[in-house]
């Protein structure tokens, strides 16, 4: 019996979008979906374009290897640390995106500067202290970085996103990436023009109502 097979589809399908909305580049970056207690994960080093559904692998929340013949992503300690931490979070997306990396590298917070944003990904999304890819201390410092959001930046790494599916955790991913894409573009012109406050505290708090959908 092959465990899960429509959901390591769906995991094959967002990776492909990925690719194609310029989220990722070769095999960078890993996707998982958490089905009851098990996580559906992307497998390591393998190029998005030659993966195919067979190659997903399915752990428990320990990190045991349940199904597949591969290993499982490098980076699954912290999809681990994020199901094991968030019962918000049914869906984890990592990505390697540009902008999102840029400001990950400048160590800089992306500060609440669209009204689109906020309510999706929470306000002053921050960027994790530095760990080593693929080491426990890299999840628990993302876990730190994300607590109260639904994003956070990577130390000159990447970013990652969280949600209670891959169509939403895929959909912030790239609003997240496009949002970063605005502030440096407007910091190259001119100072950027935060939300006022009031507002960032209203949208923060659509942000607490609707993290469980
Ligand atoms: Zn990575």
């Known amino acids: 019996m092959i465990l899960y097979e ?9 990776c492909l979008q990925m690719i194609k909305n310029n989220l990722v580049i070769g095999s ?4 998982s979906v958490r089905v009851e207690d098990h996580v559906v994960i992307t497998p390591s080093s393998v190029h998005y374009t030659e993966m195919s559904s067979e190659d997903m692998v399915v752990l428990d929340l320990n990190g045991k ?12 300690p912290m999809h681990l640390e994020l199901y094991n931490t968030r019962d918000d979070t049914k869906a984890v997306v990592h990505t390697h995106s540009l902008y999102a990396s840029a ?3 400048l160590n800089e917070p992306l500060p609440p500067i669209i009204d689109e944003t906020v309510p999706k990904l929470g306000s002053h999304i ?6 080593m890819p693929g080491t426990k201390q890299l999840g628990a410092n993302v876990r730190d970085a994300i607590e109260e959001r639904s994003a956070a930046l990577i ?3 990447g970013a ?8 939403e955790a895929l959909f912030l991913a790239i609003l997240l990436e496009r949002t970063c894409k605005i502030y440096m573009l407007a910091k190259q012109v001119g100072t950027p023009r935060l939300l006022p406050d009031d507002v960032v505290e209203d949208e923060q708090e659509i ?3 609707m993290r469980g959908y």
């Open 6 to 14: 429509d959901v390591k589809k769906e995991l094959l399908d967002i």
């Open 28 to 31: 960078s970056g890993n996707i």
């Open 65 to 76: 290897v349940l199904e597949g013949a591969r290993n499982p992503s490098v980076e699954h």
């Open 103 to 105: 400001m990950a590298v």
């Open 126 to 131: 921050r960027v994790s202290k530095y760990a």
């Open 155 to 157: 130390a000159n790494h």
């Open 160 to 167: 990652v996103c969280i949600a209670k599916t891959l169509k």
């Open 207 to 209: 942000w607490e109502m």
